[in-house]
């Protein structure tokens, strides 16, 4: 036989009232907590997955733009070409930082001035860059032009 329950002490008259509605809130409680329970087990589980693949996702692409930077440092692709640098892994990012830094490098002027800071001689062919520029004459340009 069950052993008997323990008396309850009431802290006052029993009233039915009162009585109704503690049964009422615990049959509510009960059916809150059935409720959970019957809920699919993985719920919980399946929402800290899909939180756990969005922050890799999150972190996978920092990673990539950080390496997207650093080939493009290396690779010393111009800031307006940058946007044709391309590639879903890091190699690939870097083989297309190289292959823009190169094809558009011909385009740029000469990395080393052999003259930095001096002017550049303006060189024409057939005289030295020391030659006194030939003072204009008019009248024999238009002799020339003429046949004279």
């Known amino acids: ?3 008997a329950p323990p008396a309850v002490k009431l ?5 039915e009232a009162r009585g109704t509605r503690l049964i009422e809130n615990l049959r509510a409680e009960l ?4 409720a959970k329970r019957q809920a699919a087990p993985g719920d919980d589980v399946k929402a800290q997955i899909d939180a756990l693949a969005a922050e890799l996702a999150q972190t996978r692409a920092a990673a990539l733009e950080a390496s997207k930077k650093a080939a ?3 690779a010393k692709v111009p800031a307006h070409l940058t946007g ?5 892994t890091a190699e690939e990012i870097a083989a297309s930082a190289a292959k823009v830094a190169a094809d558009f490098a011909a385009g740029q002027p000469p ?6 800071g001096l002017p550049r001689p303006a060189l024409t062919p057939g005289r ?4 006194a520029t030939p ?4 009248v024999a340009t238009a002799r020339a032009a003429r046949g004279y």
């Open 31 to 34: 059916a809150a907590e059935k």
């Open 135 to 138: 003072a204009f004459d008019p």
């Open 84 to 88: 044709y640098v391309t590639g879903s």
């Open 128 to 131: 030295a860059p020391n030659d």
């Open 11 to 15: 802290d006052g008259p029993y009233d």
């Open 72 to 74: 493009i440092a290396e």
């Open 111 to 116: 990395a080393e001035d052999p003259l930095p």
């Open 1 to 3: 036989t069950p052993p």
